[in-house]
Nanobody
Framework: QVQLVESGGGLVQAGGSLRLSCAAS????????MGWYRQAAPGKQRALVA???????YYVESVKGRFTISRDNAKNMMYLQMNGLKPEDTAVYYC????????????WGQGTQVTVSS
């Protein structure tokens, strides 16, 4: 099992910055990747924001140049630096850990709310 705890969400004005953190614990070993997803409203689909693995990073187009994903493997931590925030970035942000390459081996945190006011 893997446990994930997010922190760092909050309320910020448009153009501001936030840094999200995800602390991972448990059975973290082998080939894996981590990522950030967001859900804009209850009932809406959880959408990928960025992923990081030994192969590199991936960002969805809407956050490229504004968000930076990073990982500290020694501390079992993952981060998302969010700059130039926009109201459309408002969502609950979730930390994801994937063991191997299949989404059937995904673990999720409880989420942290990010609200961007205009």
């Amino acid at each position: 099992q893997v446990q994930l705890v997010e922190s760092g969400g909050g309320l910020v004005q448009a153009g501001g910055s936030l840094r999200l953190s995800c602390a991972a614990s448990g059975s973290i070993f082998g080939i894996n990747s981590m990522g950030w997803y967001r859900q804009a409203a209850p009932g809406k689909q959880r959408a990928l924001v960025a992923r990081i693995s030994s192969g590199g990073t991936y960002y969805v187009e809407s956050v490229k140049g504004r968000f930076t994903i990073s990982r500290d493997n020694a501390k079992n931590m993952m981060y998302l630096q969010m700059n130039g925030l926009k109201p459309e970035d408002t969502a609950v942000y979730y930390c994801n850990y994937r063991r191997g390459f299949s989404a059937s081996n995904d673990y999720w945190g409880q989420g942290t709310q990010v609200t961007v006011s205009s």
